[in-house]
């Protein structure tokens, strides 16, 4: 029972390098999203993305770019990265409705 | 004002204790409402799901929804060390759309 499975867990990035985060999901869930969780601010919507083929930005789209790949896949690209996008990231899914989302373990990204 | 609010504590009880955890939010239009908890450096996971105002319970956890204040409540009771976590709100106004979220509370309970 996977669930939302997030990788890479760790990642440590220079300023100005690019990467992806990848999340994959085997619900067969509709909905899938990117937040990002910092102290004191709590979770953010970066991006969002309704069903396959679609996507709309969240509240810090940003420096940032997604891809649903498919249905189950959903990708976040940091072009350039910043020290700003410090943080730890978290996907998520949900199925048609309104349930609750399963979140993903998380992948703690620092830019140095 | 943020449309969620959500005092981040920390709050420390003994075990055995009766928790209160609040939300307050802006948005009357809210109408879904979420308790998720996340322990440390894990994803949150949910809690609790309540559709408009009432009460729902869950063995030791009550979700209270007040929509006339427009305030939100998890209730824990006979907390145990296993209950210290973050717990988070998290609403949203229309079926499908995205949840907005509270800071999170983290909740320290001491055997």
């Known amino acids: 029972n996977a669930g939302v499975t997030q990788t890479p867990k760790f990642q440590v990035l220079k300023t100005g390098q690019s990467m992806t985060l990848q999340c994959a999901q085997d619900?067969?869930?509709?909905?899938m999203y990117w937040y990002r969780q910092d102290p004191g601010m709590g979770l953010r919507l970066i991006y969002y993305?309704?069903?396959?083929?679609?996507?709309d930005k969240g509240e810090v789209p940003n420096g940032y770019n997604v891809s649903r790949l498919n249905k189950r896949e959903f990708s976040l690209r940091l072009e350039s990265a910043a020290p700003s996008q410090t943080s730890v990231y978290f996907c998520?899914?949900?199925?048609?409705?309104?349930?609750?989302?399963?979140f993903g373990s998380g992948t703690r990204l620092t830019v140095v | 004002q943020k449309e969620v609010e959500q005092d981040p504590g920390p709050l420390s009880v003994p075990e055995g204790a009766i928790v209160s955890l609040n939300c307050t939010y802006s948005?009357?239009?809210?109408?879904?409402f979420m308790w998720y908890r996340q322990y440390s450096r894990k994803g949150p996971e949910l809690l609790m799901y309540?559709?408009?105002?009432g009460n729902k319970e869950d063995g030791r956890f009550t979700a209270q929804v007040d929509k006339s204040s427009k305030y939100i409540s998890l209730f824990i009771r006979d907390s145990q060390p296993s209950d210290s976590a973050t717990y988070l709100c998290?609403?949203?106004?229309?079926?499908?759309?995205?949840?907005?979220f509270g800071k999170g509370t983290t909740l320290s309970v001491s055997s």
């Open positions: 619900m067969n869930h509709n909905s």
């Open positions: 993305s309704a069903s396959e083929g679609t996507t």
């Open positions: 998520a899914s949900r199925p048609t409705g309104n349930y609750g989302y399963t």
């Open positions: 948005n009357s239009a809210f109408q879904y």
């Open positions: 998290a609403m949203n106004h229309q079926a499908g759309t995205a949840l907005i």
């Open positions: 309540t559709y408009s105002s």
